[in-house]
C-alpha cells in the first residue's frame, strides 16, 4: 500500500516541526518545576545553552534528512548512520523509540488542553467534591474524562482529506503565535497594572532548591524545563514523502523550526520571569491549580482575560496534537509498511490514499496511556518525560553512530556539515545525553511511589520491544543487510526497498 501524494509547501513543512510540541504550552507547563529546579537564574542560562546545542542536533538531522528525505525519518536515519553490520539492530530500537516518544505526547497534548480549561475551577473559586487537586482521585477522573475527549477531537481532522492538512497546518501555527503574541504584549502590561513586575534582581538572579537533589544534580535538573520545547523538529521528515523537493525543503524546515522555537522559547522564558508573581504565592499558585498559568492570567487579566487566555491555549494544542497525529501517524505507516509492528499487514493499509488505520492507532494507544491519570499524581510529567527521553535518545545515538560508524557517508546531502561535522556528532551526542539523564530523572527528593518519575521504565520497556523486534522479526522482512549501505554515496536503498514493496 502507498500513502496518495499531495505535495506540501515550505510553510506546510516548517509547521509539522515547528507545531506538535507547542512552544508556549511547554514553556508554561514547565515552567514551575524550572523554578524549583534551580530558579530563575538557572532556567534562563539551561534554556539558552538548551537552544544553541538543539541546534547543532537540529543541523545534524538535517544533513541526513536532505539525504533520506523518507516517512520513517528518524529510524532509517538511524540505520544507515549505523551502517551495515548494526543497522538493522540501531534502526529497530530508534524505531521502538520514536513511536513510544510521539504516542505519549499525543497524550501530554490531550492533557494539556484539558488542564488550561479545567484551571479556570481556580480563576472563578468553583467548588468540586475532594477539592481541586491532583490528589483528589474524583479530580483525576474528571481531567481523565475531558483529556480523553480531546484526544478524540484531535483525531478526528486525520480523517478528512488531505486537501485539509494545510489548513491544519498552517491554523495549528496561528493560534500558537497569537498566543504568543497576545502574553508578550498584553501580559505584561496587565501585570504592572495588577501586582507587579519582577525586579531584574528577582527575574534573573535568583536561585532556588525545591527538587530536594544535591546542588549540583538539581542545577541540572533545570534542563527539564527547556528540553520539553526543543524537541519534535524531526516531525518534518515525517511527512517528506508528502513534501515538495523534500531534500532542501525538510532539511531547512528541521533547522529553521529549531531557531525559531529557540527564539520564541527564550524570549517566552525571560517574560515569565518578570510576570510571575513574587516568592510569596508561589507555593499557593502551585498547590492550586493544574494550569498555574491561567490562574496568573486571572490575577492580571481578570476572569474574562484568563477565560479567553485559556480557551485559545486549549485550542491551540487540541490543533498542535492534530498536527502530531499527522506526522505521527506517516511514521507508524512506514513502521507497518517495513514490518516492523506488529498486525502491520493492517496498520499500513490506506483508505483514499491515507494512512487511516495507523491514524487509528495513534488514537488507541495515547488513549490507553491516559488512563496513568487515574492512580498517579504525577502521571503528567512521567509521560512528558516519557515523550521526551526516548527523542533525545535517537537523536544522541544518531549522532554518535555518524561520529564512530559513518562519518563520512551522506556525501549527496544539500545540507553538509562540512569540517565541521565531527565536532557536531560529538556535541549533539554529548547534549543529548545529558538530557536523556535529566529525564529519567526523579524530580522530587527523596523518591517515594507517588513521586517516581517512571520515564525510565517507559524507554527500559520500549527498548526491550526493539530488541525483541530485532530477534524475532526475520531479516530478509526488515532492513536486510545489503540494504543498508552505511551512508556510503547510496541513500536510495531503503527508498528503493519502499517503492518495490509498495507495488507488490
Known sequence: MAIVILKLGQLDSFAASFCPMNFITSVRFT??????????????????????????????????????????????WAAEAAGPRYGRFIGLIVAWWMLAAWMAWTAVNAQASADYLLALFNVYDLEFPGGVTND?????????????GFLLLAIVPNYLPQSWYPPLLRTSLLLIMLDFLLCLIWLPIRVSKSYGLRTSRQAFLQTNNGTGAPPGWNWLLSFFYPSSTLVSFD???????????????????????????????FSTTILFLFCAPLDSTQNAILESSSQPFVVIYGMALGHGGATFMAVLAALGVLFSNSVSILTTSRLVFALARDGA?????????????????????????????????????VAFTSLVSGGVAPMVASYGLIALMRLIMTPNG???TKFSLGKASRIF????AAFNMLIFAVNVSPLAFPVSAQTLNFAGVIVGAITIFGILSFLFISEDKWLRREQIHGGVDSEVSLHDTNISADTK
Not at 518534518?236 to 527564539?263: C, L, Y
Not at 556528532?425 to 549533539?428: D, E, F, N, P
Open 235 to 265: 516531525a518534518a521528515g515525517h511527512i517528506a514523502e508528502e513534501t515538495k523537493d523534500a531534500s532542501n525543503v525538510a532539511a531547512r524546515s528541521i533547522f529553521t523550526s529549531v531557531v525559531a522555537i529557540g527564539v520564541c522559547g
Open 425 to 428: 556528532y560529538a556535541i549533539s
Open 136 to 148: 483528589n482521585v474524583k479530580w483525576r477522573v474528571l481531567v481523565w474524562a475531558v483529556s480523553e
Open 31 to 76: 515552567f514551575f518545576t524550572g523554578l524549583l529546579a534551580g530558579g530563575p537564574l538557572a532556567m534562563w542560562t539551561s534554556y539558552l545553552i538548551a537552544a544553541i546545542l538543539t541546534c547543532v542536533s537540529a543541523a545534524v538531522l538535517a544533513e541526513i534528512c536532505s539525504a533520506l528525505p523518507l516517512s520513517g525519518s528518524v529510524y532509517i
Open 410 to 412: 551522506f556525501k549527496r
Open 341 to 377: 509492528l506488529p498486525f502491520s499487514s493492517w496498520v499500513q493499509k490506506t483508505t483514499n490514499g491515507r494512512p487511516q488505520n495507523a491514524v487509528t492507532l495513534m488514537y488507541i494507544v495515547p488513549a490507553v496511556l491516559l488512563c496513568a491519570i487515574l492512580p498517579s499524581s
